[in-house]
């Protein structure tokens, strides 16, 4: 035991270092997927948290080349029950533990992820600190007190230069955000003909791009800190198809005239019921996100909500009800999870194409 977690409120969790040797500050956050972590270790948009698995056996499979999200895992620490020493898995490359040291990200195990995860449910999000047990707690909470979470973690993991996933179909502009490769393999698998662009870029660059649609992708952190993002949706609202992802659906909304909050403890994990409100079906859904659209902001904007979820009612999808658009809180794109919501990628093409249709009878 040579490690312990720190939160904000005092509490002190005392654990096995794993991973990196490394101390780090970040905010607490659960995931209670059974399975998944190289995905959810590599999600771009986890950028600056601590991820606590609630599953207790972590690193068992090892990790592959295939199931990454990312290239570098954005991940600030990760926090564990129990990290598998020995991984068994035909596909398996290397330990959890050697990508963890490799990356330079530290994490901690023999915690009691129960009780951290009961207490961020009853308390909320909180800062922590991971450093050696060596260390005096008291100073600790008065550096993890002194610090502010950095709110530039968009710009951290965006692409720095556009690049493209050629294909013969429909061309897509993604903005990255902190792009999951899982987007990019659903376009490319639907033919898309992908160009990734930096966060920051302009409306007349994608304009010269001649998509025939925009995906906006997830990426890590508050909506509001990327509002130059937000300025560019509302040039290109209406003039060109656009499906958005998790930050892409909250950048959207907030285009629209709609509001945004951050969460008691987010959606974090594979299994999360959201309901499309027309036909009344349920799928199962892959999520992670801290914010969430809020409800009562809709009324002066042109949107509709499509989806909701089934725990806690919040927005999960949305419409615009002139323009083509739509978007999703969740995770489309699973990896890890369930693939029930694949058909909204379908969604996205059937889009392009009535819109291409539409431009034809005009011409
Ligand atoms: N996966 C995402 O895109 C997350 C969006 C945003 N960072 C949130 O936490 O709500």
């Known amino acids: 035991m040579n490690r312990q ?7 002190i969790f005392i ?5 990196a040797d490394s101390e780090a500050i970040g905010e607490v956050v659960f995931n209670t997927s ?7 270790l590599s999600d771009p948009s986890y950028c600056g948290q601590f991820v606590t698995m609630t599953y207790p056996l972590i690193g068992n499979y090892g990790v592959n080349r295939d199931d990454f999200e990312s ?11 129990e990290s598998a020493d020995f991984a068994s898995n035909w596909r398996n490359e290397s330990t959890l533990d050697e990508l963890l040291r490799i990356k330079g990200i530290p994490g901690i195990a023999g915690v009691d992820t129960r009780k951290l995860t009961r207490l961020i449910r009853k308390s909320g999000s909180m800062k922590g600190i991971l450093c050696s047990v060596e260390e005096d707690p008291a100073l600790m909470i008065e550096r993890l007190n002194a610090s502010a979470l950095r709110t530039d973690q968009v710009e951290q993991v965006s692409t720095k230069t556009a690049y ?3 294909g013969r179909g429909f061309r897509v502009v993604l903005m990255d955000f902190g792009m999951k490769h899982g987007i990019l393999r659903e376009l490319n698998k639907r033919n898309c003909d992908v160009i990734v662009v930096p966060h920051n870029t302009s409306s007349e660059e994608i304009r010269r791009l001649q998509p025939d649609g925009i995906m906006l992708s997830n990426g890590p952190g508050d909506p509001k800190d990327v509002p130059e993002a937000i300025q560019t949706v509302q040039e290109l609202l209406g003039e060109i198809p656009l499906f958005g992802i998790c930050l892409g659906h909250q950048l959207f909304a907030l285009a629209c005239g709609a509001d945004s909050f951050k969460m008691k403890f987010g959606h974090r994990g594979g299994n999360h019921p959201v309901q ?10 892959s999520q992670n996100h801290g914010y969430a659209v809020d409800e009562a ?5 042109d949107l509709e909500v499509t989806h909701i979820a089934i725990n806690d009612g919040t927005i999960e999808g949305l419409k615009h009800k002139k323009y083509p658009a739509f978007t999703v809180q969740y995770h489309p794109e699973a990896s890890p999870g369930p693939e029930d919501s694949n058909y909204l990628f379908d969604d996205f093409l059937t889009l392009m194409n009535e819109e291409k249709r539409k431009e034809i009878q005009h011409a």
Do not use: C, H, N, W
């Not at 902001?297 to 904007?301: G, I, K, N, V």
């Open 5 to 11: 977690l720190i939160l904000e409120d005092g509490t």
């Open 15 to 19: 654990g096995e270092g794993f991973g």
């Open 34 to 40: 059974m399975t998944g972590y190289q995905e959810i």
């Open 71 to 81: 290239i570098s895992p954005a991940v600030k620490a990760f926090i564990v029950r």
């Open 164 to 166: 493209a996933s050629p």
């Open 276 to 285: 499309d409100v027309l036909t009344k079906k349920v799928a199962l859904t």
């Open 297 to 301: 902001s809709l009324d002066d904007t």
